[in-house]
């Protein structure tokens, strides 16, 4: 091992979870080995005057190269989704490996992750959504996938094709506990969803404008009380997904009370659109579909005071990249198909931090340690990725962006550099934006392009 520095980041504001100082930062190796007041000279000198240097992004939640429960391949594989993380900061990301009914779980992860190492750019690891937990999948390949580092299963409470029932939730949440792996829901209540969807197109409603109808706020605090509920009695933690608003906040809080070890996260999109942005007629709006579906304004301050009390500690995009003008996206049934034919989800791997920043910082909702936290520490602690990713130490991987916090910038789709045909956030004026972002100490965004090689990202065993 050589012992100079291959990469030295001075002049900077260092932030953390914890604090922001002034200090230099020497890299060998990938790995962050000085810091302080002047490291040595390194092979490469980069200049962070005047700018603050964040711990690279952790996005806990992503659909890359996935098959989702509609039989649609989500838009960005791993190299598209690497640039368009690595634009927005972001240097590590948790995909789903996607089971579907009739498949061999540890077939379909061997799959997922050859896909990954070929393209991948920045680091990554993957949740296991488990569709079909037959006494195979439970007791013989759930035990020996989490034993080599798949330490997160995805359990669907609503979607025909991936749901599971109630005793499915009991019996993977019992593999999880007995072999150490964490649950995470996405919590609606199926067949309420399903009971309203048909009274709304029996009614002749069934554009896109009636999707948040569809699936209103008790459907998932219903399932979310539940999910917390077999937690319980199974004696497992478990981490809800993309929480939309307040009754789902409360059966949170009221869990954690009763003493269960429930984490939650949320997502820009609810706390950048609500019901009213879908109250539009047209197919357009299929763009502004997702579930759980956006709230209003009284959501979005709640979900904003949750982030900051820890009620929420992690935030992630859940970019579910579906192309708006294509019959392999938001178009696969028509632009005439009822709303609950189009598929849910919206992309959102390059703004979530800048989001967090502009929104959550310099709307003076969070302290910018506090973003540090729910954008990278907390994710990296919960699913066992810390100190290794996450923050600014010794010993951490040197996954770094270089951030200009006062540049503003107007949203364009060009700015994403994914593979959609639209963002959602178009137009919109956000302050703060990384002008670098390193990877092990490598530049994998740089001056508004991503670099890097497709594979040189490594799996994070867990
Ligand atoms: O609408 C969403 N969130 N689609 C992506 C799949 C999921 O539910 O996480
Ligand atoms: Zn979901
Ligand atoms: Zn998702």
Redesign the pocket.
């Known amino acids: 091992m050589s012992t100079s520095l291959d990469v030295a980041i001075r002049g900077g504001t260092l932030v953390t979870a914890d604090r922001q100082w002034r200090a230099d930062i020497g890299i060998r190796d990938g790995v962050i080995v000085s810091l302080g007041d002047h490291v040595a000279p390194a092979a490469r000198e980069l200049d962070a005057t005047g700018r603050h240097v964040l711990p690279g992004g952790v996005d806990a ?1 992503t ?1 890359i190269d996935q098959v ?2 509609t039989g649609l391949h989500t838009a960005d594989d791993f190299t598209s989704a690497s640039r368009s993380a690595a634009a927005g900061g972001t240097t590590t990301v948790l995909a789903h490996v996607a089971q579907h009914r009739g498949q061999s779980l540890r077939t379909v992860t061997a799959e997922y992750a050859a896909r990954a190492a070929r393209d991948v750019i920045i680091d990554y690891a993957f949740h296991l959504i488990v569709s079909d937990p037959t006494p195979t999948v439970l007791e013989e390949e759930l035990p020996a996938l989490i034993a080599q580092g798949h330490r997160s299963l995805k359990l ?1 409470m609503t ?1 025909e094709k991936i749901r599971l029932t109630d005793a499915q939730l009991l019996a993977v949440m019992d593999v999880a506990r007995t072999h150490g792996a964490l649950p995470i829901v ?1 919590a609606e209540h199926h067949e309420a969803i399903q009971w309203l969807t048909q009274r709304l197109l029996a009614d002749g409603r069934t554009s896109p404008r009636w999707h948040a109808a569809a699936r209103p706020e008790p459907v998932e605090r219903e399932a979310v009380h539940r999910a917390c509920m077999l937690a319980e009695l199974v004696g497992v933690p478990l981490m809800v ?2 929480v939309s608003g307040m009754q789902a906040l409360d059966e949170i809080r009221r869990a954690r009370a009763r003493g269960v070890t429930v984490y939650a996260e949320t997502c820009p999109q609810y706390l950048a659109f609500t019901a009213e942005d879908l109250a539009h007629d047209g197919f357009e709006i299929a763009k502004l ?3 759980p579906a956006p709230r209003d304004a009284s959501a979005q301050t709640a979900l904003w005071s949750a982030l900051a009390d820890g009620t929420l500690d992690v935030f992630s995009s ?1 970019h ?1 990249p579906y192309r708006f003008a294509d019959v392999a996206g938001k178009q696969a049934f028509g632009t005439d198909a009822p709303f609950h034919r189009i598929p ?3 992309p959102g791997l390059a703004v979530r931090l800048p989001f967090l920043i502009s929104e959550g910082v310099h709307g003076g909702r969070l302290t910018l340690e506090r973003a540090v936290a729910v954008g990278c520490e907390a994710p990296a602690r919960r699913y066992g990725l810390f100190p290794q990713k996450g923050t600014i130490a010794l010993g951490s991987d040197a996954d770094l962006a270089i951030w200009d916090l006062d540049r503003e910038v107007v949203c364009t789709h060009a700015l994403m550099h994914d593979r959609m045909d639209y963002t959602p956030y178009e137009g919109r004026v956000l302050r703060g934006w990384p002008s670098m972002t390193l990877s092990r100490g490598e530049v994998v965004y740089a001056d508004g392009t991503p670099q890097g090689v497709p594979g040189r990202g490594r799996w994070l065993r867990r």
């Open positions: 939640h659909h989702s429960s669907f979607y996405h997904f993309h579909m997702f579930s859940d579910a849910n989800g919206v």
